[in-house]
């Protein structure tokens, strides 16, 4: 057991020692974790089209109908089919469904059913314009600039917290009822640039009791993206040069067996993993506010499933190549789709047909969003047996395939 | 009767259609130091792999300590030590931490400062490998093959590259082995090295043993010849070969020194120095000497042992 602890032990040191191994697999990830929660908390994007419902529980009236032309007005905004007057050059912010237009079902049974796509995923968000909203409006502007602007006349939002789209969607919408409300106030004389814009936010994500940001969405795509970079490049990296260069050879000629050294590797690179890990959440939790908590059995029986994964990946690689820069050249290939087609940091909704197809066999896929949904971070639409499944695959198929071509001494 | 470390026998290796290693067989005695030789491409490095266990033999069996096997498996390197020709170690370990972590792999091993003051490497302990110099990293690699406290020792080429000084500390870690009984099997370039350290010589060519014998025994395995050396300047060293053509039965020519085998040395000094008379050429560097190692080796395979 010594020999494989001091294989072990020789890893982690030699990774800590080296300055490209210590900022792949330690700098990096911190520094995006911080780039990332820096410049998409908070901030709406128009370059984002989000799937929102809208449900309105007050009737439409005849006459000033307030809430038709609030409705309108995110019509527009959408630009979705049903708006009268779509402006052709105006960007769409939102594809808009309106569930309960002309249905006879009850408000509440179709925000049920709203909400629950909102958890699985489908929706980003909802908006819900009470009942009696057009009667406090009138009487508002009746009441002219004495009214007491602290009243609210608000607006719901349902949203799923700490998912980067359903956030996204929801700074949008706020910004568009702002705007109407700051143009009824100026319209009544009564425009408090100080006041709260009408619009209260309900959460549904399966925590009710927590509030989530977009870093508790991204803190496990970032876990999850170091481990995919420690095993993409670290692993192949390592090995070959280690073979390349005689590191390994001179192992071969000692009683350590090509197993024992593979044991000891990779009880190295989990534990590496684990700093990696642990000091991305200890950044995510103490520098950036993040409540998500990986710590608990299953989020981190899942990491290890997604250590592995990127484990048996490297050694893929390294099989692969005949040479270190080979097994890097493949490696940076890979890592592109990958990363960006996994959901890794944001929910990727509507893609090309082609780009779906490497979303679906690419383990990042079911590894991001098993790792976020075990975390309660994210209520998912993959199922759980797929979770386990595809890179349970993955695992089986490169190590099959490198057990059979990975060559662990210098070709003669 | 002197025991055995290792029998070899019938030992074979192939690469696609190209013979490596043919038919191999010898012996090695406990307390011996057997060395290899032969041109590059002779077999000499694809032997030791074999019997290093980094090769499966084709063929063959070995005998380890009275232990037959057709290949070494972990048992038997428990009891080895090797240095290889071409190897690293990780960069970023330091020196004490690299012994620390071959030591783990045997099942006894000696104390990680013996081995340090054994290769003398006790003030580079906290250094890392990648700041030490070939001839550091040289005595850390024999600590390392040194560090189970091996019974057989394989040291393939270990002062190839290495200064005068640190090849002197290399010769003195094989004396000391000597005289604690450690077999040791050594393959060389250096001519001197072999003859210094060696009680036992096989000469390899075409993945065949050639030769086999104490270095004395294969020099005087050349006969009575006695090897006349002297230089001549310019075309003077042709002039010179032919006049001793009649005396010489083997002449060779190496820039303007001339090097000839001769059965009867009186003949050939007399016939050299009335040339050298006639012509009024002047002869420097003359020396006459007995065939060693070098001249075995150049006479059975027509090359020198750095070629």
């Known amino acids: 057991m010594k020999d494989i602890l001091s294989i072990a032990v020789t890893y982690v040191l030699t990774a800590f020692r080296e300055r490209t191994t210590l900022f792949w697999f330690l700098v990096f990830p911190l520094f995006l974790l911080v780039i990332l929660t820096m410049v998409f908390s908070g901030i709406g994007s128009t370059s984002i089209v989000s799937d929102v419902a809208l449900v309105r529980d007050e009737p439409p009236q005849a006459g000033f109908d307030a809430a038709g032309l609030v409705e309108q007005a995110f019509r527009d905004l959408g630009g979705a089919g049903t708006s009268a007057t779509p402006e052709a050059e105006q960007p769409q912010l939102f594809a808009l469904s309106e569930p309960a237009l002309g249905s006879d079902e009850p408000v509440a049974e179709i925000l049920d059913t709203q909400r629950d796509l ?13 009942a009696g909203f057009n009667a406090e409006l009138t009487e508002r502007i009746a009441a002219g600039p004495d009214a007491d602007q602290a009243a609210g006349i608000e607006i719901e939002v349902w949203v799923d917290a700490g998912r980067a789209t359903s956030e996204l969607a929801s700074d949008v919408i706020g910004q568009v ?13 009564g425009y408090d640039p100080g006041a709260e814009p009408p619009v209260t936010y309900e959460t549904v994500s399966p925590d009710e009791g927590r509030e989530l940001k977009y870093v508790d969405f991204l803190l496990p795509g970032v876990v999850v993206m170091g481990f995919l970079t420690a095993g993409l490049f670290g692993v ?41 890990a642990t000091a991305i959440v200890a950044l995510g939790k103490f520098g950036l506010g993040a409540t998500v908590s990986l710590v608990q059995p299953a989020t981190l029986l899942f990491l290890l499933l997604t250590a592995c994964t990127f484990l048996a990946f490297g050694f893929l690689i390294a099989s692969l ?47 991001a969003e098993g ?42 | 009767m002197e025991q055995v470390a290792l029998k070899v026998q019938s030992l074979g290796k192939r690469y696609g259609g190209v013979v490596a290693v043919d038919s191999l067989s010898f012996e090695v005695l406990v307390g011996h130091v057997f060395t290899l030789l032969g041109p590059n491409g002779a077999g000499k490095t694809t032997t030791l792999e074999m019997l290093e266990g980094i090769r499966i033999p084709d063929k063959g069996e070995i005998e380890l300590f009275g232990r037959r096997l057709a290949r070494i498996d972990r048992v038997a390197k428990q009891r080895m030590g090797v240095l290889l020709q071409e190897g690293n170690f990780e960069p970023y370990l330091r020196v004490r931490e690299v012994i620390r972590l071959f030591a783990s792999f045997f099942d006894r091993s000696i104390p990680v400062e013996k081995v340090l003051a054994m290769v003398a490497l006790q003030e580079k302990e906290r250094a890392l490998v990648r700041s030490l110099s070939g001839g550091q990293r040289q005595r850390l690699a024999l600590g390392v093959a040194l560090v189970n406290d091996p019974d057989l020792v394989f040291l393939d080429e270990p002062t190839t590259g290495l200064d005068p000084q640190a090849r002197r500390n290399i010769w003195d870690i094989v004396t000391d082995l000597k005289q604690r009984e450690r077999t040791l099997i050594l393959t060389t370039h250096y001519m001197d090295e072999a003859e210094a350290l060696s009680d036992d010589v096989r000469i390899m060519d075409h993945g065949k043993l050639i030769a086999a014998g104490s270095p004395a025994a294969l020099a005087a395995g050349l006969g009575q010849e006695t090897i006349l050396e002297f230089s001549a300047a310019g075309a003077a060293a042709n002039e010179a070969s032919r006049a001793l053509d009649a005396c010489c039965h083997e002449i060779r020519i190496d820039g303007e020194t001339v090097i000839a085998h001769t059965m009867d040395l009186m003949q050939a000094m007399e016939q050299l120095l009335a040339w050298s008379k006639r012509k009024g050429v002047r002869l420097s560097n003359m020396v ?20």
Request: net charge positive; with cysteine.
């Open chain 2, 288 to 307: 006459v000497r007995q065939p060693n190692l070098e001249d075995v080796f150049l006479s059975l395979t027509g090359r020198t042992l750095r070629e």
């Open chain 1, 118 to 130: 909102l958890r699985k995923g489908e929706l980003d968000a909802i908006i819900v314009i009470p």
């Open chain 1, 371 to 412: 790792v976020r949904r075990v975390s309660g971070v994210e209520a998912g639409t993959v199922p759980w047996l797929a979770m386990l499944l595809v890179p349970g695959a993955w695992i089986v198929g490169s190590i099959l395939i490198a057990a059979k071509r990975l060559s662990w001494d210098v070709e003669r």
């Open chain 1, 236 to 276: 192949p990296g390592n090995i070959l040069y280690g073979r390349d260069q005689g590191l390994l050879r001179r192992y071969w000629v000692t009683p350590l067996s090509v197993p024992r050294y593979l044991f000891g590797y990779t009880l190295g690179h989990l534990a590496l993993c684990g700093i990696q």
């Open chain 1, 177 to 189: 009822v702002a705007t109407i409300d700051r143009e009824i106030r100026i319209a009544t004389g």
């Open chain 1, 321 to 367: 190549a005949r040479t270190a820069n080979g097994g890097m050249a493949i490696a940076n290939i890979l890592n592109m789709p990958l990363m960006f087609l996994g959901g890794l940091f944001f929910s990727i909704g509507d893609v090309p047909i082609a780009l779906r197809v490497i979303m679906l066999v690419n383990p990042v896929t079911y590894l």
